[in-house]
């Protein structure tokens, strides 16, 4: 019989989020500053190959986007650094998913996530944004344009993924596709065929796999596929079941 293991896992926080009203994190900046509940809903870890230093990041429900530095020789981490509260992040602090780009350059929030206390979700004008990760560790989050995100306005994001410079989104209404420009910038969002808020498609997950096939859960319906490459040639196109 081999021998019993005696690992355990170690609380990494972060717990409580400072926020002095109800679910007012919810709420885009100048909220923030005192007690919420601060439930964690998504994780995303970056991390060097050689090194293995990294950032793990943490959306909250109601408490925006979290980062803790990891130093890999030692196997000890730093303390939580509030993300979402910096100049220049914009919406609401509801975070559903957070996904880092191929080659860990840029990372993308995605808002939604309902809170503990009367299901907010915050207000999601623009339900993304993109934040570029800089040498020291830190975030610069890059500034939405208009109209871009017309077609998820108002939707909670389901599912996230990347591949490329592709952003691929999912929502409680359909699927959708964006790119990261060399700049930061997200490019306009527009809706995969077939699969689009006419009629109501939930994605509850996105996948990517080692050959460069996406895949895409839709309720009730099944899975749909398609690759990186023929999004690059046409976003818009159909996916297959």
């Not at 170690?10 to 002095?20: D, H, N, S, T, V």
């Not at 996948?207 to 749909?224: F, M, N, P, Q, T």
């Amino acid at each position: 019989m081999p021998e019993t293991l005696n690992n355990t896992f170690k609380p990494l926080g972060p717990a409580p989020i400072q926020e002095p009203f109800r679910a007012s994190l919810s709420l885009a900046n100048p909220w923030g500053s005192g007690i919420s509940t601060g439930a964690i809903n998504t994780l995303c870890m970056v991390q060097d190959d050689k090194t293995k230093d990294g950032i793990l990041y943490a959306g909250a429900a109601g408490g925006g986007v979290w980062g803790r530095a990891y130093m890999g020789a030692t196997d000890s981490w730093g303390e939580w650094k509030w993300l979402s509260s910096a100049s220049g992040y914009e919406g609401a602090q509801s975070i559903s998913k957070i996904k880092a780009s191929t080659g860990n350059k840029w990372l993308v929030a995605a808002q939604g996530a309902t809170s503990s206390w009367n299901s907010l979700q915050g207000h999601i004008d623009k339900p993304l944004q993109v934040a570029e990760r800089l040498a020291d560790g830190s975030i610069k989050w890059i500034a939405n344009g208009e109209n871009i995100q017309d077609k998820i306005k108002g939707q909670a994001i389901t599912a996230l993924e990347t591949a490329d410079n592709l952003v691929i989104v999912g929502t409680n209404k359909g699927l959708y596709i964006s790119s990261i420009d060399a700049t930061g910038k997200l490019t306009t969002v527009v809706a995969a065929a077939y699969l689009n808020s006419t009629p109501s498609n939930y994605i509850t997950s996105i996948a990517k796999g080692e050959s460069g096939r996406l895949y895409a859960a839709v309720l009730d319906k099944g899975i749909y596929t398609t690759t990186v490459a023929e999004l690059k040639i046409n976003p818009e196109k159909e996916w297959t079941f």
